[in-house]
DNA sequence: ACGATCCTCCAAAGATCTTTGGAGGAATGG
DNA sequence: CCATTCCTCCAAAGATCTTTGGAGGATCGT
């Protein structure tokens, strides 16, 4: 039966997908690039790897057709292919989150979240409100890269080691939010602490880009 | 950084839901559960694997908390965790099929698509609408298992190898479709295919078993 | 054309996965 | 309590993946 072959074949191309998410540097990866487009030494140097090992994972990811490459020059920059990868992570990770005690453990460890941080969080629905209405201080919390890489329209760039310095003047600032990366992304948490402790009450979006692009919602590039 | 380990942990914890879609076999069990629950020894039937090897398998599945367990005497059956997981290794196929050459060409070789098949097509809400007025021919062309692991209400269990013989008693029956375990499994087509042959007029589900799990709707499970 | 930069490819070592047969455990029926 | 059935666990061989440093390709500026 030539047809078990065939019907193989269709599932050893599924599970090159399915590989590409089996790694938890490539997982990373994934992450960073639903921030945003980035070139290969960026990716390496901000996931902790060396360029080959970068590079090697990134052609994992483009073999399954989940990234594309844009060539500038001598640099090579990556990013998703569509926002349907980012809604498939995302949905792996809601899985995972729902499914996995083991993830719920690790993510709460990381995010470190003592329960009482639950408070002000806002949903996209309600962001969407408040920016169309103006009265708002939408604080991009993420590395100054990733901001250029793409954010939420009506954002500020304030990436967590300026932040500090910038509290003074956000006191008193109309409904101040802050965001990152995703829910699985502890610099919002970060932020809200921190300005906290400056007298500043903030706010923080419940989840972040990764889901914010998976939406389909506007995104801005560039711009300072 | 004690931080970065832990995010390293939560990575780590992802990978594992990721790699375990990131093997052929384990896609097939999936895929096999995603019609209803089966014990150890059915599904390494039904994939053509060892039992043992079928048992590492639903081992790293359990692992990743993507099937559950249930003890009747001796056997153990096996079934998804959950909806949500029928629904991400859908949004997984339909990435793949969408994004991949690879995928699309696998599948239209096994599917053997000429083109001309594609008509006579009936959408979920369609087939929804059609057992509502009961003025339809509902068949499951599954083998025999699949359809008491769970069902279509109203659907009438008719596999593949007795569809020949219950050709005649179609002729002339009102609105006949047939549905099989989904976008990726060709029985559907081929019965469709062999009633033509027979002159009765046949539709087809445009996906079947796993996609309407997905979709949450009811799901009929044992009865004759 | 040359050097510099950035990336990909290569090869090899090490780590991890897969597959297997068979031992061992759990439940059942006599 | 024993034999049977069905599954899981174990160990080992074989296959595949990951990580590395360095060679080699592409592109740019001079």
New interface residues.
Partial sequence: MD??D???????????????????????LV?LLAQGERTVEALARAA?MGVSTASAHLQVLKL???VATRREGTKVHYRL??D??A??YA??????R??????GR??D??LNIPGSDEVGLVGRDELQGLLGSGAITLLDVRPREEFLAGHIPGARSVPLGTLADEAGGLRGAPSVVAYCRGS?C?MAHDAVRLLGGEGVEARRLEDGMLEWRSAGLPVLEGVA
């Fill in positions: 047809r078990d065939r019907r193989s074949r269709v599932f050893d191309e599924l599970a090159v997908v399915g590989k590409a998410f089996g790694s938890a540097k490539r997982l990373e992450e902790d399954a057709n989940l292919a569509g349907d990868v809604r498939l949905a792996m990770r809601a899985v995972a729902e499914r996995s005690a083991d993830v690790a993510l460890a990381y699985f502890v």
